[in-house]
């Protein structure tokens, strides 16, 4: 009897083959473990030549953290192709379950590995030249012409002024939904943050929305592709730069974000390449708030295992460990701010 | 003396790591094992001080919310909190801690927010440090090093 993976891999060698319209057989698909929001495999096609077609399928997730819309992702992928934004080659978003029994999306696979964003070490020896690419890439996102994203866009279309507003309502959502427990530092981050809100910046830009280490690709010294757009949208300049920034990418050395240059030089980086100057207390502001949607993320991940809809790993790992530390990062940021400490 | 879960769960973990993983070819369903076996870990060492944890942070709430009781009953706070909610169950069972303990955290985020709306500096200056007490509790710096041992 066949394994699932075994059906997938001939269903998907007979789609490909009608998409190129020339005979193609799989020679090997492998699930990617980790990410919690598609279902992702590495397929390697073989020609009729011995040829190699080397391909990443995409799959959206029956049990997701977060809902994502695939055709935000693909959009994002879209507007990046051939930039100074290194994205994989897309091949084809199919909508329709009738293929794979979900829909999915189909890119080339670009060369590089992704690290654990809780390891210290993934980029040595090269954490400088990654990191100079790595804050000047997302400088290039936050840089992009959001005039070239269509009408009709999929990529959420908000109001200028208090687009900090929308993030936080959101999230508070995900988390009022979620939540399997009452969290008091989390509820007191929250208050903070609608009480003190950031400077509006009158000039939306293009998010990533999950900008981070662990979300890219590299060889040796070279980026090689920006992954995980599904979380894109129109935003503050600073919702990225302040998630990026985040403790918990670097909890070991706070002053090293991402594990890669350190915090002055990377906010100098992204100020130089976007021209924009920081607020310090709307990057504050922007910080605390990532931690938030951290919580979020994690109280989801947890509500997902709790209920049995998704026993990945993954999600009682998120829920434990991610949570507890950003929860920390909250204490953290808050007694810089808080005047009766 | 019997061995402890904790033990046991330490030996399950290693011997999934060591002696299952390799027996797997697959590198995802592999990637999940080494996962569970790290997780194992975590539980193993969480474990034993839940309890403790747990009735020391319901301790603290419950002094926090008797040193400032004047206060919050002149903001009509127990017409709507009630501390002693779900303390029918006077069992040491963790289920029955957490219990209690979700009641006592509600009480305290309604406190806390009633300090800050009312400026009350020193209720604020001492719900910090009932904050600072559960985020200890926690053990997030413990567990970190615990991962990266675990990462391969």
């Known amino acids: ?341 | 003396m019997k061995p402890s879960i904790d033990q046991s769960l330490i030996v399950l973990a290693q011997e999934l790591s060591e002696r299952v993983a390799p027996l797997i070819d697959n590198e995802y369903e592999l990637s999940r094992l080494k996962a569970w076996s790290a997780l194992l870990l975590i539980a193993s060492s969480i474990n034993d001080d839940s309890a403790d944890y747990l009735l020391t942070e319901n301790k603290k709430i419950e002094n926090l919310i008797e040193k400032y009781r004047i206060f919050l009953q002149e903001n009509k706070f127990f017409k709507i909190y009630n501390l002693n909610l779900n303390k029918e169950d006077t069992s040491i069972k963790i289920s029955s801690l957490k219990k209690i303990n979700e009641n006592l955290r509600t009480c305290f985020t309604a406190a806390h927010t009633l300090f800050e709306e009312e400026e009350n500096i020193q209720a604020l200056k001492d719900s910090w440090e009932v904050l600072s007490t559960m985020q200890m509790n926690q053990g997030v710096n413990r567990l970190v090093p615990l991962l990266q041992v675990n990462k391969d």
């Open chain 1, 1 to 341: 009897m066949q394994t699932f993976q075994e059906d997938l891999a001939d269903k998907f060698a007979v789609y490909f083959t009608g998409l190129r319209k020339q005979p193609l057989g799989c020679k090997s698909i492998q699930r990617i473990f980790g990410g919690a929001s598609r279902e992702t495999y590495r397929i390697i096609l073989e020609e009729d030549d011995g040829g190699e077609v080397n391909l990443i399928l995409r799959m959206i997730q029956e049990s997701s953290l977060i809902d994502t819309n695939q055709e935000v992702e693909y959009e994002a992928y879209s507007l990046f192709q051939n930039t100074n934004v290194p994205v994989p080659e897309l091949i084809k978003m199919e909508q329709s379950s009738k293929y794979l029994g979900k829909p999915f999306i189909i890119m080339s696979e670009i060369e590089g590995q992704a690290a654990s964003p809780f390891d210290k070490e993934s980029y040595k020896p090269y954490q400088e030249e990654i990191g100079v690419q790595f804050w000047t890439i997302l400088a290039n996102i936050t840089n992009f012409d959001i005039s070239k994203i269509n009408s009709d866009s999929h990529i959420s279309m908000i109001q200028e002024d208090q687009n900090w507003k929308q993030q936080l309502d959101y999230w508070v959502k995900v988390i009022r939904e979620d939540s399997i427990g009452v969290e008091p530092i989390l509820e007191m981050a929250i208050r903070y943050l609608y009480k003190n809100n950031p400077k509006d910046s009158h000039q939306l830009v293009l998010v990533h929305g999950d900008y981070r280490s662990g979300n890219f690709l590299f060889k040796e010294n070279i980026i090689t592709g920006i992954l995980d757009w599904e979380m894109t949208h129109l935003g503050d300049p600073l919702e990225d730069l302040a998630w990026a920034l985040s403790s918990i990418w670097c909890w070991e050395e706070k002053n090293r974000p991402a594990y890669l240059v350190e915090r002055n030089s990377a906010l100098d980086i992204w100020e130089d390449a976007t021209g924009l100057t920081i607020d310090e207390d709307s990057l504050f502001w922007w910080e605390l708030f990532s931690c938030v949607k951290g919580l979020a993320i994690w109280i989801s991940a947890g509500h997902e295992f709790q209920s049995g809809r998704n026993i990945d790993p993954i999600n009682l790992f998120s829920a434990w460990m991610p949570g507890d530390i950003h929860s920390q990062a909250i204490l953290d940021l808050m007694e810089t701010r808080v005047s009766y400490l």
